[in-house]
């Protein structure tokens, strides 16, 4: 699973979409740093080796360069208890958690860890998964971890993260959630809209012809999963607003250090959209 090497290219004809295979964009670009990412899930596992500093002389963890660094940069408490960048946040130099109101963006479910994997675990590193974007032996692209709920998305922190997100320079948006559609987060989607952002979200697994919000929002990219004999999984919502399909049946990826094992296998749109991202 770390190895760059081609598959069958076969559409099946139901989709009635062009295809487009990960090694297509491969010899274009492997994942750029000065590409940021805005991971919005249950947080990011920046401790991971495959994503964050490990054997590797690098990291696809992006360290804002506007907070003073942490004395120890796997140590959240370490910082300098003070906002540098003036956004309000104290010491986000990976991050910030949304739930618990701290710099500590990690979280306690693999989920987001899983999502951000699929968009920038390190690739050709001789070591676990190749994310789509996780560089070539070097850096990929520069991943920002926002928590966006512990166990559950929580729809008003959503609408926050999404506007800090703008702010703070991202070009894409990854959103593999579903939450209450409100005023705030429409706002919000459309402020990212109006800045050029582009948002991407997971279509949701209800196996519903209705898209979950904020996927069926006009200004985000939705995405629904297809199984490895490119048809739709079975679990995938679809409809006239699914924007593109994505792999999303046993896809390989991180775990969070905490447990057992460094990586698992999962399905869902969740894990379709990072790869679009």
Known sequence: YNTLSPNDTHIASQWHLPYIHALDAWTITTGCPYVKIGILDSGTDWMHPD???????????????????????????????????GNNLTDDYKGWNYDSGTNDSRGIYYHGTFVAGVVGAKTNNNFGVCGIAGGYGSQGVSLVPYCVGLNSPL?????????????????????????????????????AADNDVIVV???????????DFPASNANVIAVGAMNQSYQRA??????????????????????????TTLFRVESGTSFAAPQVS
């Open 201 to 211: 979200c997971s279509a949701g697994n209800t196996n519903s012809s209705s898209i």
């Open 234 to 259: 079975s679990f995938s919502n679809y409809g006239t607003n699914l924007s593109v399909v994505a792999p999303g049946v046993d896809i390989h990826g991180l775990n969070l250090t905490s447990e």
């Open 51 to 85: 994503l964050g500093l490990g054997l590797d002389s690098y990291q696809n963890i992006f360290c804002n360069p506007y907070e003073d660094d942490w004395t120890d940069r796997n140590n959240p408490a370490s910082g300098n208890n003070y906002g540098d960048d």
């Open 155 to 191: 729809s008003d922190v959503v609408d926050d993260a999404i506007i800090d997100a703008v702010d703070n320079g991202m070009r894409i948006i990854q959103l593999s959630l579903s939450v209450s559609n409100t005023t705030a987060i429409r706002s919000a989607l459309q402020y």
